[in-house]
């Protein structure tokens, strides 16, 4: 597939191989980001950076290719100089989301604007290796091979991506354009995350170290566990918090896991919440209301029960050991820890 | 099932077995990237040998002639270093395959065909009829089955449900498709197409569902929670003209055309809830009745084609006909030779390699096919004819 992208089409896909080569067509220099003429697209980057760490949103704002390219070659500069894991990670979902939603635009483009979705297959194709058509039969649906689908779909816990829950025919999964963008984001993501971890750049400009040192400063201390000994948490548990440590992105099933089971367990809103400042997309705000809700003091009034290991082994979230033989629930993997080690002080 | 086989019964099981890998060797089919491939042997005793790699099909024949396992097995996985432990090999993909076995089915003749053999004083029986052994009053009992001409039938309408879905659904063309009887109860479907093969146990896990049909919303079919009405319908996009969409439509009579009809079923079914309950009964009742299991391992062995099922002595066989293929007969490939048994079943009815059998004596001179599928049923014993008595002598089981 041969498309020519235009300059509109590299700022809001600036990770393409054509963004590097219109860079290298600039004969643009990193120490030309000390330059005062730059200094507007250093403050966009370190900007964008900062969002991200205070509200774990995207930045959806589009200015002209020039300016879009050198802002996300900035920032990868900046994260780099960071040098935090998590921060990184939490960037690259926060490009990816960014991506996802021009994408989506893309795909629902029609009449003259329709091979707007052309760009969109070869962002599929060169960087994720996966083919999708637009479907012939059904407007505005797309294929994608069910091998294809069937490698990504695993990450989503929602029952509503389970294969039989989609249309399937001769191979094929029909996806609406959302789900189609969705399906790759973790993925688009990760190679991101790739990407900066290959990165070697010769130095780092002083304007770019500067900006770094500014944003280290109102990074989260590292995430703090409960005042629970760790033995006293189900594995299952324990995983969630391992991976919240790390920084990755757990999914909302997880999420209602850890935070059901922090209730049930007697911790207060404020402990559980903080909990989850270490998510790529976290956002206080939002942790807060859906704690909040689970906890039975928003919505519904109901307050949620720790879902049963069956339907935690059925979302792949069960990492069981010998400790958990003959539990139903994890909430009851802290009472027999207790009576263990009452049965053993005694 | 471990079957307590004397000496006689174990001697004569390796004479027969040597005897088919020396002169049907040819008949053993040789895995693509043979090198690749984790192979495992059991020996009659039971024991597993595992992480053995061959690097020619002549070296795996002239070890199974030379070590004469019971079962051969080989990975559907391939890797860097076949021989290591799991973590060490290097995994590069692994077939995808199905496996749909007798006892998974519910057939209703099973017990008819099914037998108890007693562990203590080796008398056999029809299983069901009595919970200990009517003759020493053991309940040290193993179970064996013969499967019939209906178990047959019942796997043969499985497997054709299976090639329908992957390849109306999955898009898997029928000649990559390899349909092999496994030579005791059941049937594996290979798929030879390679961009199956780098799916994770995970991804695997899904398509088995798929398959089986669990997991359904109904959703799915555009019947959705409304928390005014109980429910509310809005038929998917793509309609309901393929796949599981298709399915259960087709059974519960209905079409994008009729949303009425589908509102009058959900309320004459008491509502939603029981609604959900109903599709997840269609789809469980039309999927296929596969071990999910075995699809989602990546790290398994599976018999190896054209190599003998040490439960029974029949040969894991390619069916390249399902409708005609008989496996009594096809998969029958021990020779002919007479031995003589000792059946611990009093008045016994089967088909072998095209020859019907009917056993009423407890001593009985059968061919060896034959011979050796009842020992492995643990339903006979080999005996011997003393010389000097004439005499046949009996020997005792081994523990």
């Not at chain 2, 509502?271 to 990546?298: H, P």
């Not at chain 2, 010389?387 to 089981?397: D, E, M, Q, Y």
Request: with cysteine; glycine share 6%; aromatic share 8%.
């Amino acid at each position: 597939m041969n498309i020519r992208l235009g300059n509109a089409d590299l700022a809001r896909y600036p990770f393409l191989n054509e963004a590097a080569e219109y860079m290298s067509q600039t004969y643009f220099n990193l120490d030309d980001l000390n330059l005062p003429e730059l200094r507007h697209i250093v403050e966009r980057a370190s900007n964008r950076i900062r969002n991200e760490i205070i509200h774990g949103k995207p930045d959806y704002s589009l200015e002209r290719h020039e300016v879009e390219i050198l802002t996300f070659l900035v920032g990868i500069l900046i994260i780099k100089a960071i040098n935090s894991d998590n921060l990184t990670k939490k960037h690259c979902l926060c490009e990816a989301l960014r991506a996802e939603k021009f994408l989506v635009h893309d795909l629902k483009m029609q009449g003259e604007l329709a091979n707007k979705k052309l760009l969109v297959f070869k962002v599929f194709k060169e960087l994720l290796k996966m083919d999708i058509l637009p479907s012939l039969k059904y407007q505005l649906m797309f294929e994608v091979k069910v091998t294809d689908y069937l490698k990504r779909s695993h990450l989503f816990h929602e029952q509503e991506w389970k294969l039989i829950n989609r249309l399937v025919h001769d191979g094929r999964v029909f996806l609406d354009p959302d789900e189609t963008v969705r399906l790759i984001r973790s993925e688009l993501a990760n190679l991101l995350f790739e990407r900066i971890g290959q990165m070697n750049p010769s130095h780092i400009p002083t304007t770019i170290r500067e900006q770094a040192n500014i944003l280290r400063s109102i990074l989260p201390v590292a995430p703090r566990r409960l005042d629970h000994a760790p033995s006293a948490y189900p594995p299952c548990i324990n995983h969630a918090l391992d991976q919240m440590a790390a920084g990755e992105n757990l999914p909302h099933s997880a999420r209602v896991m850890l935070a059901t089971y922090m209730l049930a367990i007697g911790k207060n809103i404020e402990e559980i919440v903080s909990l989850f400042e270490n998510a790529p997309d976290y956002n206080e705000r939002i942790s807060r209301y859906q704690v909040e809700h689970l906890a039975g003091e928003r919505g519904s009034h109901v307050r949620y029960l720790v879902p049963s290991c069956a339907k935690l082994r059925n979302d792949g979230l069960c990492f069981a050991t010998s400790q958990c033989e003959g539990l139903i629930n994890p909430v009851q993997f802290g009472r027999a820890v207790k009576s263990y080690s009452k049965k053993v002080s005694v | 099932m471990i079957l307590t086989k004397t000496g006689e019964d174990l001697h004569l099981l390796k004479i027969a077995f040597r005897e088919f890998y020396f002169n049907q060797g040819n008949m053993v089919e040789e895995p693509s990237k043979i090198q690749n491939r984790e192979f495992g042997l059991m020996g009659f005793d039971g024991v597993m040998k595992r992480h053995l790699m061959f690097s020619s099909l002549g070296g795996l024949v002239a070890s199974l002639i030379f070590e004469t396992p019971s079962d051969v097995f080989a990975s559907n996985a391939q890797y860097d270093f076949p021989t290591l432990p799991i973590s060490e090999k290097g995994w590069r993909g692994a077939e995808l395959i199905f496996d749909i076995d007798l006892k998974d089915l519910d057939m209703k003749c099973i017990r008819s065909h099914s037998y108890a053999s007693c562990l203590s004083c080796s008398s056999s029986y029809v299983s069901g009829s009595q919970e200990s052994c009517p003759k020493c009053g053991s309940n040290n009992i193993a179970e064996s089955m013969l499967p019939c001409d209906r178990c047959v039938s019942g796997l043969k309408n499985e497997v054709l449900k299976l090639h329908r879905f992957l390849t109306s659904d999955i898009g898997i063309r029928p000649e990559m498709i390899g349909t092999y009887f496994s030579g005791n109860n059941g049937f594996h479907v290979h798929v030879l197409d390679e961009s199956f093969n780098d799916l994770d146990s995970r991804a695997r896990a899904d398509l088995a569902a798929y398959i089986l049909g669990v997991g359904i919303l109904a959703d799915a079919i555009g019947v959705t929670k409304d928390t005014r009405n109980d429910f509310r319908i809005r038929f998917p996009i793509g309609g309901l003209d393929h796949g599981w969409r298709k399915r259960i439509s087709d059974r519960l009579g209905i079409s994008v055309s009729s949303q009425k009809r589908l509102s009058n079923l959900i309320k004459d079914l008491g509502g939603l809830e029981q609604f959900r309950r109903r599709v997840a009964e269609i789809t469980r009742d039309m999927g296929v009745r596969i071990d999910s299991q075995v699809t989602t391992d990546v790290h398994r062995v599976f018999r190896l084609p054209g190599t003998l099922n040490g439960k029974s002595g029949l040969t894991k066989i390619l069916c390249t006909d399902l409708n005609s293929f008989d496996p009594f007969d096809e998969s029958c490939q021990l020779s002919n030779r007479e031995v003589t048994v000792r059946v611990t079943i009093p008045k016994l009815k089967l088909r072998l390699k095209g020859e019907r059998f009917n056993l009423n004596e407890e001593f009985v001179r059968v061919p060896m096919f034959l011979g050796v599928y009842l020992i492995s049923k643990g339903l006979a014993h080999a005996v011997r004819l003393d010389p000097g008595t004439g005499r046949f002598i009996v020997p005792a089981s081994t523990p």
